[in-house]
């Protein structure tokens, strides 16, 4: 399988604080990947500079092959994304947010109109459709965004922490979501805490620590690199291999 | 009481109250120039109140008057802290849960409280005491009466912020409908005498003995050189009252009756605290169903932006502020008798004044509350690759519609029936929302380039409108030929036709910059 994102010696800092540290990590096409990790690990600042939030100190992204520093639009048509501190336009609708994120993505209006309604019944949002964003619980909040993301069918989905403050019947549909696009071909990349959803979902998924890259697979793998037993849950591997890495890091230091 | 804990609220309570402007140099120069801005003006006021003084010394005014106008300045300032207790006792959502949740008594919350106060005046009071000071300096008056002045002034002070928190405590413990019908009758008592500095009453600040009374007695008897000592020692008097009504309240429990109140700091950035201010206007806002709604039809993409971005300023309620705004200056305008006052004589329209002064705070609004409450939404488009030129493009064009339509309708009606130069007010306004949206979106957009998230939003506000103001001034000065010159038809197009080129000139110079800024915004 041929990788859709791929993050060469990432490196950026802010504000005097290193957030990566030469993050190296390939996602493929047709997999569910999840990104781990401890507060302050650089997840979210990953995320960010694929999708173009925030630039690069140093390093190469490549998204379906395109180097984004080289052509930092064009591999936007790919891509949906939805933040982790979700801020969205309060003063707009549900309809009218979802036309605007149609709109500036160029995609033409009948395709907005059949992905808008498609979504809105699918999330079960049909009663809001008129309703402010303001008004929406923090779980309508996310489908909304999830839906603007989905909008113009991107091949990839880029979402940080997708299953907060969402119900389970709505994490339901997310999974569904995720397992049919992976289906058809598209990639999910998400960032997320909850390790136990992360073993469920995911094909692979990268552990990082302080902004580096300490091991990536699939369960088994990363089961089989930190020593681990047969039936150890991902929660323990990553408690494991992070505090491993914190002690060897701290012995490095002294 | 124990003092260190005192201070050590004190400080955080200061350090919450300034917040961002801590976290940057930057944001003390701000304030510095902020400050000073004013001492052109205060200098100005100093002549003017200077020369009122010097003209009572040489017996050409009647003391009584001052004495009069002067106790129902300070009558304004006791009424204000009468009414600002009618509220209770209001605090932060920090204070009450991690502030009340610790082993601290209210009295020591109390006295941090005051000291933080005192921080508070002596900062934003400062051009008043740059006015005291200058004008005690021009009327050359010796040490000792100086130092009587000074002192009155504090004592009145400070018994003023004493009572303003003593009535608090008295409204959280016992609030009820008599409560609150004394406070306001108390408030109506006070500013009773004001009436007769307009119309003949027997009742005048000058022969009663109101606390503000006192002070402007001291004040105005030491300014003519008296003794005012039963005035000064009624002023200890009320102070060492206050005092005692604090001491005797401080002691009650109040911390389960206080009312939990939004963090409202001039230097407060956070975009959640003034997101949830503006929840309440949105939701009304909407309810009133103005007819600007988006949907699928938009000719283009610039076009469904500039109404989205109409839709926001709608919403928001910086169209009603506008609108408010424009229609309170027509007001002042008309009711204030200013008609007979034509605006093609020798002085310009008091009209055309109002309009040059005030239609440079509408940018500042938009593009502050653009910053603050917009620019996090970026996210959206900057994933999806859309062109960030574009969307300030369409921001802009947003503010320039606003900016200019809604003072047109109100005001051209106003000065068509005045009979004032139409072309001067469309010189002022289109010139002021030309470039002040253009200066002011440049700003905010300087600042978000710069991850100065952290700038509190008036002093980046503050310096936009000073740079506006200054590339104006041209403007300003075209405005001026027909008092210059025989106002004509030629005079009119041709101050129309620079004042647009000029503008036109200046914007496009600050869109080119936020071009060259907006597609490095890190959010």
């Known amino acids: 399988m041929a990788p859709v994102i791929e993050l060469i010696n990432l490196w950026k800092s802010y504000n005097g604080f290193q957030a990566l540290r030469g993050l190296n990590l390939e996602v493929n096409s047709g997999e569910i990947f999840g990104l781990l990790g401890p507060n302050g690990a650089g997840k979210t600042t990953t995320l960010k500079i694929i999708v173009g939030l925030l630039k690069m100190d140093k390093g190469v992204v490549r998204i379906k092959g395109i180097d984004i520093n080289e052509n930092p639009y064009e591999y936007k048509r790919f891509i949906g994304y939805v933040p982790e501190s979700l801020s969205l336009p309060e003063y707009l609708t549900l309809e009218e947010f979802l036309i605007y994120s149609g709109k500036i993505r160029g995609i033409p209006r009948d395709q907005i109109r059949e992905r808008m309604n498609y979504y809105i019944r699918l999330f079960e949002l049909e009663e809001k459709r008129r309703a402010l964003l303001l008004s929406l619980s923090r779980g309508m909040r996310q489908k909304a965004a999830l839906t603007s993301a989905l909008i113009h069918d991107p091949e990839i989905l880029i979402l940080d922490e997708p299953f907060i403050g969402i119900d389970p019947a709505g994490q339901r549909v997310i999974k569904d979501i995720f397992t049919e696009r992976v289906k058809m071909g598209g990639s999910v990349f998400i960032s997320t805490h909850l390790l136990d959803t992360a073993e469920r979902i995911c094909d692979r998924v990268a552990i990082i620590y302080r902004g580096q890259n300490i091991a990536s697979g699939n369960i088994e793998s990363l089961r089989r690199l930190s020593k681990s037993g047969e039936d150890a849950t991902l929660e323990e591997v990553f408690l494991k291999l992070t505090e491993e890495t914190r002690e060897h890091l701290s012995r490095e230091g002294s | ?523």
Do not use: H
């Open chain 2, 1 to 523: 009481m124990r003092l260190g804990m005192i201070l050590s609220l004190y400080a955080l309570k200061v350090k919450v109250f300034f917040g961002a402007i801590r976290a940057s140099k930057a944001n003390i120069i701000l304030l510095a120039v902020y400050i000073f801005s004013f001492l052109p003006g205060t200098i100005g006021l100093s002549f003017t109140v200077t020369s009122a003084l010097s003209s009572l010394r040489q017996g050409g005014a009647d003391a009584e008057l001052f004495v009069d106008i002067l106790s129902a300045a300070a009558s304004v300032i006791i009424v204000a802290a009468i009414l600002f207790s009618l509220r209770g006792v209001t605090v932060f959502e920090y204070e009450q849960n991690i502030v009340f949740t610790s082993p601290l008594r209210p009295s020591e919350f109390l006295a941090a409280s005051l000291l933080v106060n005192l921080t508070y005046l002596l900062i934003f009071a400062f051009p008043l005491f740059m006015l005291c000071a200058l004008i005690v300096s021009l009327l050359s008056l010796p040490p000792p009466q100086a130092a009587v002045i000074l002192i009155s002034s504090i004592l009145f002070a400070l018994s003023a912020i004493l009572l303003k928190t003593s009535l608090s405590l008295v409204k959280a413990l016992y609030g009820g409908v008599w409560i609150n019908a004394l406070m306001l009758i108390s408030a109506f008592i006070l500013m009773f005498p004001a009436t007769s500095i307009f119309m003949p009453l027997p009742i005048k600040y000058s022969i009663l003995p109101y606390p503000s009374s006192l002070l402007a007695r001291t004040l105005i008897y030491v300014i003519l050189n008296g003794i005012p000592l039963i005035d000064l020692l009624g002023l200890v008097l009320f102070f060492l009252a206050s005092l005692a009504f604090f001491s005797i309240m401080s002691k009650r429990n109040f911390f389960p009756f206080t009312t939990q109140v939004p963090l409202v700091s001039p230097f407060d950035a956070s975009a959640r605290t003034q997101a949830f201010k503006m929840e309440s206007n949105i939701r009304f806002f909407y309810r009133m169903r103005i007819p600007i709604r988006l949907n699928l039809e938009s000719e283009s993409l610039l076009s469904f932006l500039v109404k989205k971005e109409v839709a926001r300023l709608a919403r928001e309620g910086s169209l009603f502020t506008i609108t408010l705004m424009y229609a309170v200056i027509s007001l002042i305008f008309i009711a204030g008798g200013f008609r007979q006052m034509d605006g093609a004589g020798s002085i310009p329209s008091p009209l055309l004044i109002l309009l040059g002064t005030y239609s440079i705070i509408i940018p500042v609004m938009l593009a502050s509350n653009w910053r603050i409450l917009e620019a996090k939404n970026l996210w959206l488009p900057i994933s999806s690759g859309a062109d960030l030129r574009l969307i300030a493009r369409a921001t802009f064009y947003g503010f320039v519609i606003v900016s200019i339509t809604i003072p047109l309708a109100i005001i051209l009606p106003v000065s068509i029936a005045l009979k004032i130069n139409i072309i001067q007010a469309l010189v002022i306004l289109i010139s002021t929302s030309l470039i002040g949206c253009s200066v002011n979106l440049y700003f905010a957009v300087k600042f978000l380039r710069g991850r100065r998230t952290g700038s509190p939003s008036f002093l980046i506000g503050w310096l936009s409108m000073l740079i506006t103001s200054l590339l104006l001034l041209p403007v300003y000065i075209l405005a001026m030929l027909p008092y210059i010159f025989s106002p004509s038809i030629a005079l009119d197009i041709a101050m129309l036709l620079g004042s647009s080129a000029y503008s036109a000139f200046i914007t496009k110079i600050f869109l080119n910059l936020i071009n060259s800024n907006i597609l490095f915004i890190e959010v």
